[in-house]
T-cell receptor, first 115, second 115 residues
Framework: GAGVSQTPSNKVTEKGKYVELRCDPI?????LYWYRQSLGQGPEFLIY????????DSGLPNDRFFAVRPEGSVSTLKIQRTERGDSAVYLC?????????????FGPGTRLLVL | AQSVTQPDIHITVSEGASLELRCNYS??????LFWYVQSPGQGLQLLLK??????LVQGIKGFEAEFKRSQSSFNLRKPSVHWSDAAEYFC?????????????FGTGTRLTIIP
């Protein structure tokens, strides 16, 4: 079956611009997660959704970052007034639920470069 | 706060040799532990996970890991590596209420295989 997909795969933007990154989870997965991976680092948690609601957004670095999941499926990560430090690979994952036995399946990521 | 340490940034082993990648975690309760592998251009793939029960966990691709509470470790092993095992390996700990809401990753260990 289809895995987690993310679009675009690459995004180049200029400092100060607004960007949107999209994540399509595996069909039927109720939980969705966003992580950010900087060069040479492990992924860092940003936010996760259970259904339509953001259950934990404690990893969002500041108020320029926002994410939505209006219908409980596709999610969009939005970054306003981008800064060069936002350059990273943004990873999305989904799981059937939140129980400890559930696996998080990751997408290939969106590589964001802010010039 | 939970944390993961992977003390080895880069490891080189010969094809056919045994492998052990180290992982130490910090977590206040019984941890949920994971090993993921990331190949160039690929998304993160789960190798194995530990939640409870037998402390020796078997995973895909011939990998195993042993949970040692007294040492706060969850080292990954493979008896004989193949050239296709060359990749970046991440250890992660799951926390909060269900063990799977958000993962905290280590900085990763890059594995190089020489013929």
């Amino acid at each position: 079956g289809a895995g987690v997909s993310q679009t675009p795969s690459n995004k180049v933007t200029e400092k100060g611009k607004y960007v949107e990154l999209r994540c399509d989870p595996i069909s039927g997965h109720t939980a969705l997660y966003w992580y950010r991976q900087s060069l040479g680092q492990g992924p860092e948690f940003l936010i996760y959704f259970q259904g339509t609601g953001a259950a934990d957004d404690s990893g969002l670095p500041n108020d320029r970052f926002f994410a939505v999941r209006p219908e409980g499926s596709v999610s969009t990560l939005k970054i306003q007034r981008t800064e060069r430090g936002d350059s990273a690979v943004y990873l999305c994952a989904s799981s059937k639920g939140l129980a400890g036995g559930e696996t998080q399946y990751f997408g290939p990521g969106t590589r964001l470069l802010v010039l | 706060a939970q944390s993961v340490t992977q003390p080895d940034i880069h490891i080189t082993v010969s094809e056919g040799a045994s492998l052990e990648l180290r992982c130490n975690y910090s977590y206040g309760a019984t941890p949920y532990l994971f090993w993921y592998v990331q190949s160039p251009g690929q998304g993160l793939q789960l190798l194995l996970k530990y939640f409870s029960g037998d402390t020796l966990v078997q995973g895909i691709k011939g990998f195993e890991a042993e949970f040692k509470r007294s040492q706060s470790s969850f080292n990954l092993r493979k008896p004989s590596v193949h050239w296709s095992d060359a990749a970046e390996y991440f250890c992660a700990v799951g926390g909060s209420n269900f063990g799977n809401e958000k993962l905290t990753f280590g900085t990763g260990t890059r594995l190089t295989i020489i013929p």
